[in-house]
């Protein structure tokens, strides 16, 4: 039986193809939500653009029939469904609401609708919107369109128990055929002996259907740090590999992952002249309450949301030691070597042969990450970092973030690698932080 979906204006907010995603069913639209994206068309920011986006397509299906009657919207791949913009009755209850709040306003919409329709589900991605519906008796969901499930997300590698000669032989020829158990091209394998498990070896699948043995060289070590445990080396692997077009590294506080995507990237670009330069980027969102206005020029702005990226600069520059390296960061900078950029300037640019790093890509939407990898020119290289359990943007988690959703959904491709990191080795106080707190 056909639902009825009541959709809440977040919902479109964070995605503007939201309206098609709900195939032959009923979607209401409360006049609230209307009212809501005309506040956010005037943005510059992809909240702004979904706005507008949405008031488009809603322009475009007035050309089909009354809003309020309901028009047909098409599916691409099976019957069409139906859009309709509805007001609550003037005699319509409250619910012991605040009629003059919009999110009540919508919630009136939806509970009318559930009283003379079955089938009726609202849709929304505040939770405490989720609440309130749930207690006012509504069937209530997210929006799970663009989520993945974060607890079982590829982690890049897996473990093997094979026998002890199976392991020896990889140390000896350095890869091996591989007709076991079914791998992504670029995922990593711990193999473990059967009879003694701390006899083992660590490879990655390549699209030679050929398991490549990792191991432990003394040019491990790239730009003044070498990885200190297996998931580092695996990182470190995917991000020297110009094969690898995009890397998407998930871990905790102090794992390593901006750290290793910069020694990386200082190597390819300054040794090894695989890319042109380095370009660094990660989203404007502050932790706790935000401090207001800043003076400057973008520069000078951009400064204070990039000291964490100086930060892990200074000590690569200089081995972990504690002398001043600006000089050095500006050289780079001012050489257009390195570029410092805020993901809201990427939008409509085309980027070649860089080496790109989105750091704390867990607080972007799927469609601000596919925004930003569609700026891939040619020979460029993307990685993106995060910790998805330190999540700042209200209407995301760690399902539905572009991170995660980047790298469940790309784990196909041979051009693209994941690894998920474990163990924080920033200090043992940052360890002791990420693990008990």
């Not at 009541?6 to 006049?31: G, K």
């Not at 009755?89 to 003059?100: E, I, Q, V």
């Not at 706790?288 to 000078?300: A, L, S, T, V, Y």
Request: charged share 25%.
């Amino acid at each position: 039986m056909p639902k009825i979906f009541v959709l809440d204006t977040n919902v479109l907010l964070h995605s503007a193809q939201a309206l098609e995603s709900f195939e032959e069913n009923t979607i209401v639209l409360p006049m609230a939500v209307i009212e809501e994206l005309d506040k956010f068309k005037k943005d510059h920011d992809e909240l702004g653009r979904n706005a507008r986006q949405v008031i488009r397509r809603l322009d475009q299906l007035r050309g089909k029939g009354k809003l309020f009657q309901g028009v047909e919207l098409d599916h691409p791949t099976g019957p069409p469904g139906k859009l309709q913009i509805l007001t609550s009755p003037l005699d319509a209850p409250d619910y012991g609401l605040n009629m003059s709040i919009k999110d009540n306003q919508i919630l009136q919409v939806a509970c009318h609708l559930g009283r003379s329709h079955k089938n009726v589900i609202f849709i929304t991605k505040d939770i405490n919107l989720r609440l309130k519906a749930d207690a006012l008796g509504l069937e209530v969901m997210d929006f799970e369109n663009q989520k993945v499930n974060f607890d079982e997300l590829y982690s890049g590698c897996r473990t093997l128990s094979v026998p002890g000669t199976t392991i020896d032989a990889l140390y000896r020829e350095k890869e091996m055929d591989w007709n076991g158990d079914e791998f992504f091209c670029n995922e990593f394998a711990l193999f473990q002996d059967e009879q003694k498990p701390s006899h083992s070896a660590l490879a990655v699948y390549k699209n030679d259907h050929r398991m490549h043995l990792l191991s432990s060289r003394p040019d491990d070590q790239v730009w003044n740090i070498k990885p200190r445990n297996k998931e580092q080396r695996m990182a470190l692997d995917l991000l020297m590999d110009p094969q690898v077009m995009i890397v998407t590294l998930v871990g905790q506080a102090g794992s390593g992952k901006t750290l290793l995507a910069l020694a990386a990237a200082l190597e390819m670009v300054l040794n090894k002249n695989e890319y042109e330069r380095i370009l660094v980027s990660r989203p404007i969102m502050p932790l706790g309450r935000d401090i207001g206005f800043m003076p400057g020029d973008k520069g000078e702005k951009l400064s204070h949301w990039m000291q964490p990226i100086f930060d892990n600069l200074v000590y690569l520059m200089h081995g972990g030691k504690k002398e001043p390296s600006d000089k050095k960061i500006d050289e780079l900078i001012s050489s257009r070597k390195l570029e410092l950029e805020a993901i809201t300037y990427i939008r409509g640019r085309s980027i070649p042969s860089q080496f790109v790093i989105i750091d704390e890509a867990q607080n972007l939407t799927p469609h601000e990450v596919k925004t930003i990898i569609s700026r891939a020119g040619e020979g460029t290289k993307m990685v993106l970092t995060g910790d998805p359990y330190q999540i700042d943007n209200p209407y995301l988690d760690s399902s539905s973030n572009g991170l995660t959703y980047a790298a469940e959904r790309l784990k196909k491709l041979d051009l693209h690698g994941h690894v998920t990191l474990y163990k924080s080795e920033r200090s043992p106080l940052a360890a002791a932080a990420a693990e008990y707190l």
